[in-house]
């Protein structure tokens, strides 16, 4: 069973920037991961996706132009850069595996999971 986890996360003021990074175990190099977040009372929802050889990414509406996912597979790890935050990405961000190689916008193909880190922007 391969493990997820993130760091990077903190307390910023509005229009900063923030660095989250996923490390993952080698038995997700051939898989999609995506980071995921969960606003406070708020269900968990699709942030970025990037496939398994970084090719292919995808954005939420939300944050397109202001986030940047990457992925560098000699070190196994996905980064989410987060430009001009805003208080509204307060929320747990966690990345996934998914069990496909491309990105998946369904929960159900996420089995593996991180702990998460909090993200809290103040205005």
């Known amino acids: 069973q391969g493990q997820l986890a993130e760091s990077g996360g903190g307390l910023v003021q509005a229009g900063e920037s923030l660095n989250l990074s996923c490390a993952a175990s080698r038995t997700f190099s051939n898989n999609g991961i995506s980071w995921f977040r969960q606003p406070p009372g708020k269900e968990r929802e699709l942030v970025a996706g990037?496939?398994?050889?970084?090719?292919?990414?995808y954005y939420a509406d939300s944050v397109k132009g202001r986030f940047t996912i990457s992925r560098d597979r000699y070190k196994n790890t996905v980064s989410l850069r987060m430009n001009s935050l805003q208080p509204e990405d307060t929320a747990v961000y966690y990345c996934?595996?998914?069990?496909?190689?491309?990105?998946?916008?369904?929960?159900?193909?996420?089995?593996?999971w991180g702990q998460g880190t909090q993200v809290t922007v103040v205005p």
């Open positions: 990037i496939d398994w050889n970084g090719g292919r990414k």
């Open positions: 996934a595996a998914s069990i496909r190689a491309s990105i998946s916008s369904a929960k159900s193909d996420y089995r593996s």
